[in-house]
């Protein structure tokens, strides 16, 4: 199984400070993306990336920023944090290929005063 | 893009009772509809997946079904115990390609009551 890890897992961040939010996969997938969680939300798409250097806005990447400077990692970027950024955001790492599946980090819960 | 409708937001259900929840999508160019599972303080996890070349799937007592031309796929959990209970979550992919996006549903809270 895809081993995909986040960091920090808590963070907590004062409004207009800069947070940013690391992911790590380690199986060698091509296709990497940043989703975040809210109650009657389910999951949205804020950026992915199809390979290193490649970053595409997702569905609400509005106040975010990505980098994937390698296969492995892949950030997500909140320059000037707000409150309602707060959320739980996943990482998920898929291969591409004939292979749909995408495999989730644990999530990071940020929480942003 | 893609649209992924998800009802009902809240299911209940007796322990040995069927579970089904019902999804629509709007892009039909949409070719891939997955299932995933997502137990509280965990991350989602996929437990079945269905092509765009398939009316039905079925891993144990999962089943898939797919109606292409009402845009409509749904879960259907049989014989159901209390360790079902969790998120589910279904999703389309909005693109083919090399991206592999997917637009996910808000969500059904199934709680399997003993």
């Known amino acids: 199984e895809a081993a995909v890890t986040q960091s920090p897992r808590n963070k907590v961040a004062v409004t207009g400070g800069k947070v940013t939010l690391s992911c790590n996969q380690t199986?060698?997938?091509?296709?990497m993306y940043w989703y975040r969680q809210d109650t009657g939300h389910g999951l949205r798409l804020i950026h992915y990336?199809?390979?290193?250097?490649?970053?595409e806005k997702g569905d609400i990447p509005d106040g975010y920023k990505a980098s994937r400077p390698s296969q492995e990692n892949f950030s997500l970027i909140l320059e000037l944090a707000t409150p309602s950024q707060t959320s739980v955001y996943f990482c998920a790492s898929g291969h591409r290929g004939s292979s749909y599946e995408q495999y989730f980090g644990p999530g990071t819960r940020l929480t942003v005063l | 893009g893609e649209q992924v409708e998800q009802l009902p937001s809240i299911l209940r259900v007796q322990e040995r009772s069927s579970a089904s929840i019902n999804c629509t999508y709007e892009n039909s160019a949409s070719n891939y509809f997955p299932w995933y599972k997502q137990e509280p303080g965990e991350n989602p996890k996929l437990i079945i997946d269905?092509?765009?070349?398939?009316e039905r799937k079925q891993i144990q007592g999962l089943i898939v079904l797919l109606d292409k031309k009402a845009k409509r796929f749904s879960l259907h959990i049989t014989d159901t115990q209390p360790a079902d209970s969790a998120m589910y979550f279904c999703?389309?992919?909005?693109?083919?390609?090399?991206?592999?996006?997917?637009?996910f549903g808000k969500g059904t809270l199934l709680t399997v009551t003993p």
């Open positions: 269905i092509r765009s070349n398939m």
């Open positions: 999703a389309a992919s909005a693109s083919g390609g090399s991206n592999y996006k997917l637009t």
């Open positions: 199986n060698n997938h091509n296709n």
């Open positions: 990336s199809y390979g290193a250097g490649s970053t």
